[in-house]
Nanobody, 119 residues
Framework: QVQLVESGGGLVQAGGSLRLSCAASGSVFSISDMGWYRQAPGKQRELVATITTGGSTTYADSVKGRFAISRDNAENTVYLQMNRLKPEDTAVYYC?????????????WGQGTQVTVSA
């Protein structure tokens, strides 16, 4: 069974930085793609960034150049470094682990961590 625990959220002023962490239990971390999603009040959950088992990354256009996703397979942890934060980055941020067992895909989610950016 996979469990994901996020940490690192909080309140920060616009222009500031935060680093989110997501620690995964179980033995599938290194063979799974990882991602960060966020959900603002009244909005749908949206993709922020992903990182594959091989280290390839993708980002939402709104965070390119400001956020960086990374992973440490030895620590079973994925990170999201968030710089130059804006009020519109305010949301609950969720960690995702995606395990592909063709033809099926299994998604696991953390409980979320609140990020609030004040103007």
């Amino acid at each position: 069974q996979v469990q994901l625990v996020e940490s690192g959220g909080g309140l920060v002023q616009a222009g500031g930085s935060l680093r989110l962490s997501c620690a995964a239990s179980g033995s599938v971390f290194s063979i799974s793609d990882m991602g960060w999603y966020r959900q603002a009040p009244g909005k749908q959950r949206e993709l922020v960034a992903t990182i594959t088992t091989g280290g390839s990354t993708t980002y939402a256009d709104s965070v390119k150049g400001r956020f960086a996703i990374s992973r440490d397979n030895a620590e079973n942890t994925v990170y999201l470094q968030m710089n130059r934060l804006k009020p519109e980055d305010t949301a609950v941020y969720y960690c995702n682990l995606r395990r592909r067992l063709v033809p099926r895909t299994y998604d696991y989610w953390g409980q979320g961590t609140q990020v609030t950016v004040s103007a």
